[in-house]
């Protein structure tokens, strides 16, 4: 299905596949984002991947010395087209989906909402860890904070919409649930996504060549942690 | 030597025109909130467009040159002081080392920016020196300026200064922003959720600048606007979009907005214009009005010729002075 072209801005091209969430249409953003990435096109500073959209922000100081006079939009339009028709099903980047495996300490004092989760859909707390490990998830798409990945699709059994009132401060490395997606907080910050856990893993580090650690399309599972392995691990890193 | 920050101001941070190519990993753009004024003010002394500045909002910081330096100031007027002396904005200034730079009264603006010949030489992180809050990094040290921290600057070694002088040349302002405060925009994704008298309403009502608006977001005080509730899955998101929050308000998005979110994408305000949004006061009034995407590109693109012109007359200029653009372009 081609998507609809909407010019956000004067410099901000959105493709838009529709308003859903939905892994199949999600393929074919993700393919055309790294079939586009892979042109390294002058004139774009940023793609945007997002569930069911895609925005390509333009450097119009490019356009202005290549392309004077003409629409900027129109042309990066064109690129966008030219690709969709080069590879029609999207291009799969060359290098293979990066799978990643993210411990998770579930315990209480890491997971404040496990508990209240498991009551409410009449589980037992190991019964939501079992389905939240079982998953291999998407990383749909990066976005609220640096590093936030928005990762899907979470078992409908353990599926909760958000805290009715967000928490001021949620710890960076908390695993929480947001309808039948599942995420992790990259930096302390406020948050209304119930918590379920935390990683020692470190999502957004500034000082890493690589700040972030995960991005649009991996492959995400995790695994259960004791709160001693937690602190092993948060200690080697 | 450096630029030594004596008393720190409300919120003082080092930008240039923002951090691109990191947006899918959800790194924001942050960078000066009037980024024609950080342009402008680079331009005067010689920098390229887009080195980096400080941000200054009121009370601004008090500053001590440790060296002889060139700089000038942009956007807001905040009644600076060079040891005592008025200084305005728009022109650029000889400072000899030792010299005291103070700011009196917020008269006009949001936001000043100073701008120091050869740009202020943070540690760049993501290929951008602009200050993250956020994250905690780029800039000075990934937060606002402190008592006592000294910013490195490139060393003045083609001039040297025995008396603060203001140079004569200066920039006529009335071209760059629009007088009449009428800001433009551009119908969003979701325009069409206001049916057509809330339409009619978002042109015709009297808008403000929320006191609570920040680099993050400007909230826009004015009757609420009805419209058919929707959900939306997150998309991006991008400096000057207006969102309609669930209640009715309306947010428009600065420099340091998130890169995707999941409101309703009334309208986008034309690239032209954010530099005044940037620089409105809380409570002043102003008006809504769409533009086609075509006026709004002509007014970009215009906006950017000036900027060119700018620099080649400041090229002039600075070489009649005896002053090399030493970074340019």
Known sequence: MPPDFFPCSESVLLLSWGNLIDPSLHEQVQGLYEALRARALPGVLDYIPAYSSLAVALDLGYFDRHFPGASALKIAQGWVEETMQAFPEGRRSDAPVRRLRIPVCYEPAFGPDLSALAGQRALRPEDVIALHTATVYKVYMLGFLPGFAYMGVLDERIATPRLPRPRRQVLAGSVGIAGRQTGIYPLDAPGGWNLIGRTPLRMFDAARAEPVYLRPGDEITFYPISSAEFDQIAQSL | ?329
Not at chain 2, 94 to 101: H, I, P, T
Not at chain 2, 146 to 172: E, G, I, M, T, Y
Not at chain 2, 182 to 204: M, T, W
Request: charged share 15%; aromatic share 6%.
């Open chain 2, 1 to 329: 030597m450096s630029l030594w920050v004596l008393k720190s101001g409300l919120l003082d941070t080092v930008q240039d025109l923002g951090r691109f190519g990191y947006a899918h990993l959800g790194v924001h753009r942050a960078g000066a909130a009037d980024g024609l004024a950080a342009q402008i003010s680079n331009i005067l002394i010689g920098n390229p467009p887009g080195a980096a500045v400080l941000e200054m909002h009121f009370p601004a910081p008090a500053l001590q040159f440790e060296q002889d330096a060139l700089f000038s100031l942009g956007g807001g007027d905040f009644d600076a002081r060079l040891d005592g002396t008025a200084i305005p904005c728009w022109t650029p200034v000889m400072v000899a080392a030792g010299s005291k730079l103070v700011f009196n009264n917020r008269r006009r603006g949001m936001r000043c920016y100073l701008a120091i010949r050869g740009g202020l030489q943070t540690a760049p992180w993501l290929g951008s020196r602009s200050t993250s809050l956020v994250a905690g990094a780029g800039g000075w040290q990934g937060r606002a300026l402190h008592a006592d921290d000294r910013l490195s600057l490139v060393a003045a070694a083609d001039f040297s200064v025995q008396k603060n002088a203001v140079l004569p040349w200066l920039v006529n302002m009335r071209d760059a922003y629009p007088s009449a405060p009428v800001i433009r925009y551009l119908a969003g994704p979701e325009y069409d959720l206001l049916d057509a008298k809330a339409q009619q309403l978002l042109e015709s009502a009297d808008w403000r600048a929320s006191p609570q608006s920040n680099r993050m977001a400007c909230a826009l005080q004015g009757p609420p606007l009805p419209a058919a509730p929707l959900e939306l899955v997150s998309a991006a998101v991008q400096p000057g979009l207006i969102q309609r929050l669930p209640g009715g308000e309306l947010l428009a998005l600065m420099a340091d907005c998130q890169t995707t979110g999941g409101y309703p994408r009334i309208a986008q305000i034309v690239e032209a214009d954010l530099p005044a949004l940037a620089q409105m006061q809380p409570g002043a009034p102003f008006r809504l009005t769409c533009i086609s995407l075509e006026a709004a590109s002509a007014a970009a693109q215009a906006q950017r010729a000036w900027l060119r012109r700018l620099q080649r007359a400041c090229a002039y200029q600075l070489a009649a002075a005896k002053i090399t653009p030493i970074f340019a372009e």
